[in-house]
């Protein structure tokens, strides 16, 4: 089977490359063989004396290198030339019978197709298959070299035999005429055959090796030098036999019968002399071809397969994954040249020394990326713990309607030491509290555990802001030699009477806003850090909040936020976002000012963690006679509504409302919750939930209507053109009005990921 | 809800009778659509109407768009004040006919 396909690669005949490009290649070689021979015959007189042809060199040249599609172009040429030929003689007494033309084509074809056959057939040893001929390497150098020589004798021992020896006379003359045309042979398949090789494989693999530039310039030298050798042999033969050369090419322009009688001395010693110069070359390429494969084998050996040897090992090293690696492998590999003079003996050692240390570093490496792991994931695990002592639960008291508060942080690294913090000091009094530590990382997230600490035990002993900032800043002086610091902003708010008490150590002024105006950067007393200095006193200040005034609160965080040109946001951009939007619920002011800030940071790093603190003050809760409350929670499903409407009837009734009331408060109940089941989900399941309060002293029914679907404000939706024509009126948008016009008050809120409607109807 | 149909010739009295609400109202709007043939004068007793939700408006719409384009009429009788207080609040009190 392999040589079945070897014979069948020899003869190129897996070459397909389909019939346009099979076409070209049998053109090129035609045309090739055409031209070589062309010139030949430009080359005096050589024609004269052979068949000897410099597209000869052309013939194995084309069985290598474009298969079956060369060997056949080639065929065509040799056609052409023998039609001619034969055109020549018939008027002549020279007979050229198809037998000796049909005989002729076997001898060619079996010259062109053997040297790529023996190529293919038998690989060196240590390849599998033989590659494409190419003199990348001495062997393949020789193995040329060797195929080429059989391939000579085996065609002249054909032609010899075919022609039943009737060319010569004797066995001599037939001997000497056979070693010409070897010589002759040998020369052109060197001379011509090695750069057309060598073009060709140029030309293929884009790069020239090292061996193949020596074979080109070992053959240049032996031209140049068997060209000097020729023409002194000329020089000598125009010395010994004068005249010879013009007397022989005056007679081969006449025709054979006016030759003159010295002819055949003529041709013998013409003769003579170029089979004298063919042998010189012969010799001498011989000589030198010898010469490079000796010098070749030993760069090979002592360079050229070290390195060889030592890339693949190197690859192989490179190409294992981390468990793999194993610096004794590449160490015992590289024995054979490790040990020895020379620059591939330093190379191997350099390269055998320098993968040991690339050992140890990975090792070194591993140590401490698994060092680095084991820290990452402590500081991911203190980071949680300290993002779980600020209060996260929003609202934090659902209770108390007296105030609105949201707060949030974005640490910026993986621990920082920023904090806000907010409890009730006793039943009517807030405390709210936002801090920056210096520093970052693990120092600042200790130093913020304390001081949070403190400060929380501080204010819940009682004490005022002055009191408790001043009894923190001791605590903390004592042993802070690492002098870390804290700014502070503490503050007390009482919810009944809205009266603010506040001190400042060192933190950022509070932004606030006022009875319905806009927020605006309270500048008041600073005192120092904690921390810094001990026996400080601090100071505080009141300040009056109205119903519906906001407090807003943050960190450097927040104002000194850069974004890619290293601009800070700042103040006047803080004060300018906030008021961007009338609203007043803490958790979309909040929100709002975070998206301003990402525009206008955009992709630049986070520095600094970003900490907000929002309270709204509501003012003090009415709270007369009692109030009765009842809740509904059912899912949100038009298959629900006589539920939703019993429920709703029964809570009324109970509360002893009028039939009017009834009839528009039920009314805005189905509206309502009809809405929440047709669009809140958009589909899907979900629950909406319904509280019902009624207060007997001022006679308000409130009921709210919450659920978690889409964030939807149904009292934003313009009013339906009353006026108009109502048979052209959208559908939507009728109930939501009728609610509007028959209720007190409809209120709505997104909160914490709820929809929140608010109705309110005095009975 | 029920409803009492009466036929007279080209016209159609319908009585109403209970709570015409977002579950009910798609079936007000199927009964008249199916009694429409041939009716000119369409009247809508709505004496024992307690209740109407905004579905039950859009029906009263559609039905009166129904009446116009074939060139008849529709008209409301005893409706209650809270039902007439509805009509007046939607501004389709300008727009139907009430007796």
């Known amino acids: 089977m392999k040589k079945k396909s070897r014979l069948r690669r020899g003869l190129g005949l897996l070459r397909h490359y389909g019939w346009k490009k099979d076409l070209l290649a049998i053109g090129a070689a035609f045309l090739c063989c055409t031209i070589l021979s062309w010139i030949t015959s430009k080359m005096t007189g050589i024609r004269g004396i052979s068949t ?32 001619q030929l034969f055109v020549l003689m018939s008027d002549t007494s020279f007979t050229f019978s198809i037998g000796t033309y049909v ?48 391939t000579i004798i085996v065609y002249l ?100 019968d006016e030759w003159p009688e010295n002819a055949e001395k003529l041709i013998e010693d013409y003769d ?93 490496l591993q140590s401490i990326t698994a060092e680095k792991e084991r820290i990452g994931t402590e500081l991911d695990i203190a980071s949680g713990i300290q993002h779980d002592m600020l209060p996260g639960i929003f609202p934090p008291f659902p209770d108390r309607r007296e105030i609105d508060l949201y707060a949030s942080m974005t640490p910026a690294k993986e621990v920082g030491g920023d904090f806000y913090d907010f409890y009730f000091v006793d039943e009517n009094h807030l405390a709210l509290a936002i801090a920056d530590v210096s520093g970052k990382g693990v120092p600042a997230a200790l130093f913020m555990v304390i001081s949070k600490t403190l400060l929380k035990n501080q204010a819940l002993s009682g004490g005022s802001p002055r009191e408790v900032l001043t009894l923190v800043n001791h605590q903390l002086c004592l042993n802070n030699t690492s002098l870390m610091f804290c700014t502070v902003w503490l503050g007390v708010l009482d919810m009944t009477t809205g009266k603010l008490v506040a001190a400042n150590a060192g933190h950022e002024y509070p932004v606030i806003r006022r009875n319905g105006g806009r927020f605006e950067m309270m500048h008041e007393r600073h005192d120092p850090p904690l921390g810094l200095k001990d026996g400080l006193r601090y100071h505080e200040y009141e300040l009056q909040l109205s119903p519906g005034d906001c407090l807003f609160e943050y960190t450097d965080g927040v104002t ?30 909040i929100n709002s000012l975070y998206g301003s800030i990402r525009d206008y940071v955009k992709e630049a790093p986070q520095f600094d963690d970003i900490t907000m603190l929002c309270v709204r003050y509501n003012g003090k809760e009415e709270k007369h006679g009692e109030t009765k409350t009842a809740r509904l929670t059912v899912p949100a499903g038009l298959d629900h509504l006589s539920e939703v409407m019993d429920f709703a009837q029964e809570q009324l009734e109970s509360a002893g409302c009028g039939a009017e009331d009834m009839f528009s408060i039920t009314l805005a109940v189905e509206e309502i919750f009809v809405n929440i089941a047709s669009y809140a989900y958009d589909g899907k399941e979900g629950d909406a939930e319904i509280t019902f309060s009624f207060n007997e002293e001022d006679r308000v029914v409130e009921m709210v209507f919450s659920d978690s679907g889409f964030p939807f404000d149904p009292t934003s939706r313009p009013q ?25 008050k409809v209120n709505y809120d997104y909160l914490a990921g709820r929809n929140i409607l608010t109705i309110r109807k005095h009975i | 809800m029920t409803i009492e149909q009466k036929r007279d010739g080209q016209s159609l009295t319908m009585a109403v009778k209970g709570r015409i609400d977002t579950l ?27 209740y109407i939700s905004s ?20 008209v409301i009788r005893n409706a209650s004040g809270n039902i007439v207080g509805i009509f007046k609040v939607t501004g389709l009190d300008s727009f139907l006919a009430l007796e």
Not at chain 1, 113 to 121: A, F, T
Not at chain 1, 165 to 178: H, P, R, S, T, Y
Not at chain 1, 273 to 278: A, C, E, H, P
Not at chain 1, 560 to 588: H, Y
């Open chain 1, 52 to 83: 000897f042809d410099l597209s000869a060199a052309a013939m194995p040249f084309f069985g290598f290198v474009l298969g079956i599609w060369g060997i056949i172009g080639f065929l065509l040429h040799y056609a052409i030339e023998a039609a």
């Open chain 1, 103 to 150: 005989l002729a084509t076997i001898g060619v074809a079996l010259y062109c197709s053997l040297p790529s056959v023996l190529w293919y057939m038998f690989p060196l040893k240590g390849e599998e298959e033989a590659s494409y001929p190419r003199l990348d390497t001495s062997s393949h150098v020789i193995k040329y070299y060797l195929i080429s020589v059989i």
């Open chain 1, 157 to 256: 021992a054909y032609t010899v035999l075919s022609s039943g020896f009737g060319f010569a006379d004797n066995l001599q003359e037939i001997l000497l005429m056979v070693a010409a045309l070897f010589t002759q042979y040998l020369d052109t398949v060197l001379v011509v055959g090695i750069p057309l090789l060598i073009i060709v494989s140029v030309i293929r693999n884009r790069t020239i090796t090292i061996n193949e530039r020596m074979v080109l310039a070992f053959l240049i030298i032996g031209v140049l030098a068997s060209s000097i050798a020729g023409y002194m042999i000329y020089r000598n033969s125009i010395e010994l036999k004068p005249g010879m050369f013009d007397a022989y090419e005056s007679m081969m322009k006449m025709s054979a």
């Open chain 1, 272 to 364: 003579t002399y170029w089979n004298l110069f063919s042998l010189m070359m012969a010799v001498m390429l011989n000589i030198l071809l010898f010469v490079e494969v000796l010098f070749m084998r030993s760069i090979e050996k002592k360079v050229t397969r070290p390195i060889v040897h030592l890339s693949n090992v190197l690859t192989d090293y490179a190409d294992q994954d981390e468990s793999g690696f194993d610096p004794e492998e590449v160490r015992s590999q590289c024995r054979p040249y490790r040990y020895g003079y020379g620059e591939v003996s330093d190379l191997t050692r350099t390269c055998v020394d320098m993968v040991g240390e690339i050992d140890t570093y990975t090792k070194n």
């Open chain 1, 560 to 589: 000194e936020a850069m974004n890619a040109e290293e601009k800070l946001f700042g103040d006047e951009r803080l004060t300018e976002a906030l008021n961007l939007t009338q609203e007043s619920n803490p958790e979309i002011l």
């Open chain 1, 720 to 744: 339906p053109k009353l006026q108009s024509d109502p048979g052209k009126r959208p559908v939507g948008g009728l109930g939501i009005h009728i609610v509007r016009q028959t209720m007190d």
């Open chain 2, 24 to 50: 009910t109202a798609p079936e007000l709007k199927t009964q008249i659509e199916g009694a429409l043939d041939g009716v000119m004068d369409l009247v809508l007793d709505f004496a024992e109407v307690d």
């Open chain 2, 55 to 74: 579905a039950g408006l859009r029906t009263l719409m559609t039905a009166q768009n129904w009446m116009d384009a074939r060139g008849g009429s529709m």
